[in-house]
């Protein structure tokens, strides 16, 4: 019993803290938001399941399954990065080594924090399960609210997927190469696998319980319309031409296969979380705790703090004297961006800019070009947010012209972002694709723009990366209307609103000394 209360008094501290951290709100806006497009106004253009053209009518059990996939797709990538520093936290406040000199066992420490996790996701598809009683009643096709029908689909499809994330962000933090970035984007795409292959009906554990849910719904709609139309079976964010043909579903039964597996997918979960115990060194640095954070040569891994303060003193005292040697600034925010950046790195984006060179036009804006502006993501992520990780921030709070260092710095993500892209640029230009240069403008500003701001506001690198790629991956799905590098095209011309993003830059631009002069009190 004083295991059980020990564990539960860790686990709901933990809990308490992190749900009133900016990031759960963001997350938790953002599934409320996904579960709007689950259950789309029905004029809408945005759907997230589909079966070919048609969907089924708004009753209580269609609700639940479309909004319970939709809370399993998006909850299983995005809340991964809600709950995986909870280890590297207690390290950061010194939590960790008072948990270390504690009786309590290294098992019962990780089962806490899997709890804590698992808690914090359980949150989160709680409020999207209200979300789609609310969005029944809203939309208004079906008012009868069937709550078994609605909310048994939470417990059985989504909830256990929820666990394997929880026990996932765990594990990534015991495992040293997985801590820092690269584990954000390893994360982002084993859950991109996950996400394809957890639809089939032969998913391990049931995967999402997509399968079950797609049987039935054909069923149905074949009773309805024949076999006339396309039933393809889609769960992802699709833009469709014309709004869906609704169609009559009763909803189905779990069967006792698929419970059992569901069981066990949540028994692996545990397993999962609970097998760090074999190497985890209860916060100690030298035993591979959390404190022993990604090697330097890493691309997340900013350069030291000594380099850092090294690469401004020069140009601030000049920018003092007049701004005269505003180059000299941005050269020394080049080199801090760069710094520590593994020789590996600068082979693999050699090699991309060399296949912007030699292939295709078409195969170097549908292909190279998101290539080699994903690349940097990790470097990227270092804009804004070195000071605070360095802990720089009170020496540069005295700096007299802090909007010219931070213009400084985002010139020096403009500058790795121009570099990476070369290759594209000079192939469009000697075809003369002028929206296609256009469009490349418009990335070449508009990511460093995003980086800068949420690095200065959210004073982490890893937001950033969370946002990004999610960004990125729509973009390669062909959605012309998030495009901000021209690689959407129609009839070889880009399709994405150009002129947004580098008016959209500037905004963000605005916005970050905005937010930096009123961190500070700085009105210059």
């Known amino acids: ?68 996939l939709a809370g ?5 990538l995005g809340g991964f990065y809600v709950v995986r520093k909870g280890l590297t936290r207690d390290e950061e406040t010194r939590v960790g080594q008072i948990l270390a000199a504690t009786p309590a066992r290294t098992v019962l420490l990780l089962a806490a924090k899997f709890l804590s996790n698992f808690l914090v ?28 029908a609605l909310f048994q689909p939470f417990l059985v499809m989504a909830l256990p997927l929820l666990a394997l994330t929880a026990a996932a962000a765990l594990l990534f933090e015991t495992v040293p190469v997985l801590r820092g970035g690269l584990g954000n984007v390893a994360w982002f795409c084993v859950a991109l696998v996950v996400g394809v292959k957890g639809q089939s009906a032969d998913a ?44 009559r ?3 189905f039964t779990f069967g006792g296969d698929f419970l059992v597996s569901r069981l066990l997918l949540v028994a692996a979960a545990v397993a999962l979380a609970l097998l760090p115990a074999l190497w985890f060194g209860r916060y100690d640095p030298t035993r591979g705790g959390p404190a022993a954070d990604a090697s330097p040569a890493a691309p997340d891994a900013p350069a030291p703090a000594p380099a850092y303060a090294a690469a401004l003193t020069l140009p601030r005292t000049a920018t003092e004297r007049g701004g005269r040697t505003f180059g000299r600034l941005l050269a020394g925010e080049v ?26 036009l078409d195969a170097v804006t549908g292909l190279v070009l998101p290539a080699v502006w994903i690349w940097p993501v990790l470097i990227w992520s270092r804009l804004g947010s070195l000071p605070v990780e360095h802990g720089m921030e009170g020496l540069l709070g005295a700096y007299p012209a802090v909007r010219r260092r931070l213009l400084a710095a985002w010139g020096s993500g ?36 995003l980086a800068l701001l949420l690095g200065v506001v959210c004073r982490t690198h890893r937001v950033f990366q969370v946002v990004y790629l999610p960004l990125w991956y729509l973009v390669i799905n062909q959605v012309a209307a998030l495009d901000f590098m021209g690689a959407v095209r129609e009839a070889g011309v880009p399709a994405g609103p150009t002129p947004l993003f580098p008016a959209l830059a500037l905004l963000l631009l605005g916005a970050t000394f905005l937010a930096a002069g009123t961190r500070r009190g700085l009105t210059t």
Request: with cysteine; charged share 10%.
């Open 1 to 68: 019993m004083t295991a059980l209360r020990t564990l539960a008094g860790l686990a709901a501290g933990d809990f308490k803290d992190r749900v009133r951290r900016p990031v759960h709100l963001m997350v938790l806006l953002a599934a409320v938001g996904l579960g709007c497009l689950a259950v789309p106004p029905a004029d809408g253009r945005w759907v997230i399941l589909a079966l070919g053209e048609y969907r089924g009518t708004y009753t209580s059990a269609y609700v639940g399954v479309a909004t319970a």
């Open 72 to 76: 399993g797709l998006w909850l299983t």
């Open 121 to 148: 996701l359980a949150s989160m598809l709680g409020v999207l399960a209200v979300t789609a009683l609310a969005l029944q009643l809203v939309r208004g096709e079906d008012r009868g609210v069937d709550p078994v």
């Open 204 to 247: 391990p554990f049931g995967g999402f319980g997509a399968g079950p849910a797609a049987d039935s719904l054909r069923a149905a709609l074949t009773e309805e319309f024949g076999k006339a139309g396309d039933h393809t079976f889609s769960l992802g964010l699709t833009q469709i031409p014309e709004p869906l043909t609704p169609f």
């Open 249 to 251: 579903w009763g909803g």
């Open 335 to 360: 080199r801090i961006l760069v710094g520590g950046v593994s020789p590996w790195w600068w082979a693999v984006a050699a090699a991309l800019t060399v296949a912007g060179l030699a292939l295709p």
């Open 414 to 449: 403009v500058v790795l972002t121009a570099v990476l892209g070369v290759a594209p640029l000079l192939r469009m230009a000697f075809a003369a694709d002028l929206p296609g240069l256009a469009a490349w403008l418009g990335g070449v500003v508009f990511i460093p723009s």
